[in-house]
């Protein structure tokens, strides 16, 4: 049997109710989860496959799952508002977020951003996350070493307008207030053709920030945002769910440049016609 697929001391399994109430829990010898459908043993978990279904001492069942990274991000213990997994797997193909990259992250906030970036990283990069609120720091420490992914990030208690002290990183995201008034310091830490990425909940907001970029050096802009629908997965009656999550915050993404080589204004693409983009569309296929 392939280790990977047993449930070893110390790891972090998902246990799933048939009532779909959801559990994260960290496995060790001799533990106890207390549900309200009863009590599960942790020494009926350990050293069994993952994937299969076990029974609490009250005969309910529960699945015994390896979590998602979007299950570890949901669980997060949390003070402040964290980014949607459905805005952080998108932050990660944007900004080319891979394993060796040094990535800039303010604020850190709760630690949702951080904890992706970390697993993408790994094992040889690097996350370094300023954030000013030292409460809210060692939350975010707390919350990367429940998950093991803490030796990837060095956090930093630090206002930002001050610069940052990495230079030539490879991507840098602001989740801050006026992310415009930074510009100037993520520019100095960004590599030529670095990765710029960040998000505001309201559009006055991205205003400020899209005009604000092309001065500090900054192009190839780009706004956009995601809404998902779930579906309830019931197939006699597929249909989706009462409620989705719709509007959690704008995506703004550009990249470093060097003005003084550039010769036209590089500022957002022209947008293509409704006739013309269906014409593309067909040609595709």
């Known amino acids: 049997m392939n280790i990977a697929n047993v449930a070893q ?3 972090l399994v998902l246990l799933i109710a048939k009532d779909y109430k959801r559990f994260l829990v960290r496995l060790h010898a001799g533990g106890e989860l207390q549900t309200h459908r009863g009590v599960l043993r942790h020494d009926d978990l350990l050293d069994r496959p993952l994937g299969r279904e076990v029974l609490s001492h009250l005969g309910y069942p529960f699945l015994v799952l390896e979590p998602s990274l979007h299950d570890l991000i949901h669980d997060i213990k949390r003070t402040t508002q964290i980014m949607y997994p459905k805005d952080i797997g998108y932050v990660l193909l944007k900004m080319n977020i891979a394993s060796g990259r040094l990535v800039i992250e303010a604020g850190t906030g709760s630690g949702g951003l951080t904890l992706a970036l970390a697993r993408a990283v790994a094992p040889n990069g690097r996350v370094y996350s300023y954030e000013i609120r030292p409460d809210v720091v060692r939350l975010a420490a707390k919350n990367l070493e429940r998950v093991g992914l ?3 990030v060095e956090l930093k208690e ?3 307008a001050t610069g940052f002290d990495e230079h030539d990183v490879d991507a840098l995201f602001l989740d801050v207030r006026r992310p415009w008034n930074y510009l100037s310091q993520a520019a100095a830490a960004l590599k030529g053709s670095g990765f710029f990425g960040s998000i505001v909940p ?4 991205v205003v400020q920030l899209i005009q604000a970029l092309p001065d500090a050096g900054f192009s190839a802009i780009e ?3 995601l809404l998902l629908r779930p579906y309830k997965a019931i197939a006699a009656r597929l249909r989706p769910m009462d409620r989705m999550v719709a509007h959690t ?3 703004i993404f550009a990249r470093r440049i060097d003005r003084r080589s550039t010769t036209v204004d ?3 693409p022209p947008q293509r016609p ?4 269906r014409a593309r569309e067909e040609t595709a296929r």
């Open 202 to 205: 309201t559009t006055n907001q």
């Open 150 to 152: 803490r030796e990837f």
């Open 223 to 225: 706004v956009e945002e």
């Open 274 to 277: 409704a006739h013309e983009a």
């Open 266 to 268: 590089w500022g957002a």
């Open 158 to 160: 630090r206002d930002i």
């Open 9 to 11: 001391e110390g790891d």
């Open 249 to 251: 915050g704008y995506l």
